[in-house]
């Protein structure tokens, strides 16, 4: 972590850099006659000492030790930062104009930044801060830092006459938490902006749950919310930086949620993902494929091509058969040879079917979640020993459900769950109290 303060010897120096030249003359002067008066002899008269010396006098009255103290001192005192803060319609080019900082010294401050690029678009607000060399009274740029947000300064250092080298600083930032909370009157959209959220919060929010709710369609007058905004902040100074940390919708007996985790996205309140998902597998645990899924598969009897449509697993009778995904039971039926089998439609897209079951626990027309228990698989229909026949139908095809390009669960690690559960403890902590007080 590196820190923005500045040290106390600069913040001397800054003073320093703002008197204009002629009076630092004076400023000299003055300490080189007053350090030269301390030396002076007591027992000189005093109304020499009533006489102020000139420059070069008290300069030649000085002793030696004195002039060695003073060169020490002069060393300390070296002209400092001078900061600009940017404005509208500024470049680089103009601000060095104004700065008389030369052509050469851009080009070589362009140069050092062709990794970062962190100059080439200066937004009103953020600063500059020049600091010039202390040993001539051009404009010989020394380092140049960008400050492009509390949290976030980018520092150019010449090394020579033609070079600068760039350090990028990013500071430890932390959340605040502020949460909005109101009711649907109108659209999302208004509700939300009266609560106080901006266009920039609203589009996110609403993003976050497009696969859940469709927010022109399914809100409805009455419907609460809760968003939680958090704001970076570098102590007690805001970076500009928002992020939405939770999201829930109270919408006809049932409430959607969603919560921000540290890899940087969204989950429910069980921390499972908020994209459409499907279990890869049917089973809780994997087993041995007995039969892959082959299409070109050759009969063993026939010796003609007889697709296998589906994956067998080598399941014991009585594994529990689970629904790789949310949907609703289209077949439960007995077949010569499928054996005792279940279909489920999860969208007009996916389809899924759980063959030589030993008992089917749904029924037609019931609704099923994802890695709910459907049925118990078995060995019945025409089969040559215990297992399950798997299939994933995509767009009404067979397809490899072991290899399908289809939406997959992705759930927190079970490691990083008890953390995750605490910050919605948290979350839902702040948007109940808020509701409260909003009555
Ligand atoms: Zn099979």
């Given at each position: 972590m590196t820190t923005l303060v500045t040290p106390m010897s600069q913040t001397l120096a800054t003073k320093w850099q703002l008197f204009p030249q002629p009076h630092k003359y004076i400023l000299i002067a003055c300490i080189v006659s007053l350090s030269a008066l301390a030396f002076w002899p007591s027992s000189r008269p005093s109304l020499e000492v009533m006489q102020a010396p000139t420059l070069e006098e008290t300069a030649q009255a000085s002793?030696?030790?004195?002039?060695?103290?003073?060169?020490?001192e002069a060393l300390v005192v070296e002209p400092l930062p001078v900061q600009y803060t940017?404005?509208?319609?500024?470049?680089?080019?103009?601000?060095?104009?104004?700065?008389?900082i030369s052509n050469s010294t851009m080009r070589a401050i362009l140069a050092s930044d062709e990794e970062l690029l962190a100059l080439d678009v200066l937004k009103p607000g953020q600063q500059l801060v020049f600091q010039?060399?202390?040993d001539d009274f051009s404009q010989t740029l020394e380092s140049m830092t960008l400050i492009k947000s509390p949290a976030h300064k980018v520092a150019y250092q010449r090394v020579d006459e033609k070079h600068f080298s760039f350090e990028e600083f990013i500071l430890d930032t932390e959340w605040l938490e502020s949460v909005y909370a109101g009711h649907i009157e109108g659209s999302f959209y208004v509700s939300a902006k009266r609560a106080?959220?901006?266009?920039d919060e609203i589009v996110r929010a609403t993003h976050i749950f497009q696969e859940q709710i469709n927010f022109a369609r399914d809100i409805r007058a009455g419907d609460r919310f809760e968003v939680v905004v958090g704001r970076e902040m570098v102590g007690d100074t805001a970076t500009g930086s928002t992020r939405i940390e939770g999201v829930r919708l109270h919408s006809r007996g049932k409430t959607i949620?969603?919560?921000l985790h540290e890899d940087g996205h969204f989950y429910n309140h069980k921390g499972e993902s908020l994209t459409p998902a499907f279990l890869r597998y049917p089973t809780a645990r994997q087993y041995r494929i007995s039969s892959p899924f082959n299409p070109r598969r050759l009969h063993p009897i026939t010796g003609r091509v007889s697709p296998h449509n589906g994956v067998?697993?080598?399941?014991?009778?009585?594994?529990?058969?689970?629904s790789t995904g949310d949907g609703i039971v289209t077949r439960v039926r007995n077949h010569p040879f499928a054996g005792i089998y279940v279909e489920i439609e999860h969208s007009t897209t996916f389809k899924t079917r759980y063959l030589h079951l030993n008992r089917a626990l749904v029924k037609p027309g019931q609704r099923v979640t994802r890695g709910q228990r459907i049925a118990l698989s078995g060995n019945t229909g025409r089969s040559t020993g215990p297992h399950l026949h798997?299939?994933?139908?995509?767009?009404?095809?067979?397809v490899n459900p072991l290899k399908a390009d289809i939406p997959m669960v992705?759930?927190?690690?079970?490691?990083?769950?008890?953390?995750?559960?605490?910050?919605?403890?948290?979350?839902e902590n702040l948007m109940v109290n808020h509701s409260t007080n909003d009555g």
């Open positions: 002793s030696a030790e004195t002039t060695a103290e003073l060169q020490t940017i404005e509208q319609g500024d470049t680089l080019s103009t601000i060095f104009d104004q700065f008389r010039f060399s202390a106080g959220l901006n266009d949620s969603a919560f067998d697993f080598a399941t014991p009778i009585g594994t529990p058969v689970l798997f299939e994933l139908h995509v767009n009404n095809r067979p992705s759930a927190i690690d079970k490691k990083a769950l008890p953390a995750f559960n605490d910050r919605v403890a948290m979350l």
